[in-house]
């Protein structure tokens, strides 16, 4: 039986703090210099807080887990954050600074190389395929779950473009997801993302890839746990859209046009 909801969101908090903790000793010598980047305003962070968010989300996900989706959890979670972490610093590469969308992995691999968002895109979808294998169910929720939570990993990234933005989403979606006999799966990476927030909104991490990644996909994990095949059908043609959408429409520029979104997504930040 899982602990209580309760418990594991102070658990996912509890090592999401711990790992900032060691991010920060991390970022404060040389070796942490790899992980440091510009963002949006000038201001200097570093992509740290990813993989501190993507450790405590999937250790929760993983002790919350109802029994038959432990090993898919892990699976998930994991191997979406090393492929982030491996984007996060490959993709910096000067070579790589075309490579960026559906768009730009398609023309890198025109030209004869595989972008490091290429390599994170397979690696999930990989991921996503044993998580659904792991989860033992028929080819068609095999192929919906493998949708899921491939997709939602990369939805959750494409919102990591201002503090706080993609940490909001999940612990909102997290949220959403506590109740029913599956939510104990989001109950850790609730706690987590809440934990990483402040950190977040306060311009001194970013979640990048590593934590964008890994806790979107065990947001689609549990969305591949709702029990009615169209509703799950209707969450991945959402995450679908939303997808595509992003390749021709700013989420930045959607959010600042929408009245709540803007005042939601703006809450707790540092002016520009």
Avoid: C
């Avoid at 706080?164 to 999940?170: D, F, S």
């Amino acid at each position: 039986m899982s602990p209580h909801p309760a418990l594991l969101v102070a658990a996912g908090a509890a090592a999401a703090r711990a790992g900032l903790a060691a991010a920060a000793a991390v970022d404060a010598r040389p070796a942490g210099a790899p992980w440091r980047r510009t963002n949006y305003a000038g201001r200097p962070v570093t992509l740290l807080g990813g993989p501190a968010l993507a450790a405590a989300a999937t250790a929760g996900a993983v002790l919350g887990a109802p029994a038959g989706t432990r090993g898919a959890a892990a699976v998930a979670g994991a191997v979406s954050g090393l492929v982030g972490g491996y984007d996060d610093l490959a993709g910096a590469r000067p070579e790589q600074a075309g490579d960026k969308g559906l768009a730009g992995h398609l023309r890198a691999l025109r030209a004869g190389r595989v972008s490091a968002g290429a390599v994170k895109v397979a690696g999930i979808g990989a991921a996503a395929a044993v998580a659904a294998l792991a989860t033992r169910r028929g080819p068609v929720d095999g192929v919906l779950t493998t949708g899921l939570v491939a997709g939602t990993a990369n939805l959750v990234n494409l919102l990591d473009l201002r503090p706080g933005r993609a940490a909001k989403a999940a612990a909102l979606a997290a949220a959403a997801g506590l109740r029913g006999p599956a939510g104990g799966l989001v109950a850790g990476p609730l706690g987590a993302a809440l934990a990483v927030l402040p950190a977040d909104l306060g311009e001194r991490v970013m979640l990048g890839d590593a934590g964008a990644n890994a806790v979107g996909a065990l947001l689609g994990l549990r969305a591949a746990a709702v029990p009615s095949r169209p509703v799950r059908a209707g969450l991945l043609a959402a995450v679908t859209a939303l997808t595509l959408a992003s390749e021709r429409i700013s989420f930045t520029r959607v959010i600042e046009a929408t009245p709540g979104l803007r005042e939601l997504d703006r809450l707790g930040r540092r002016p520009a």
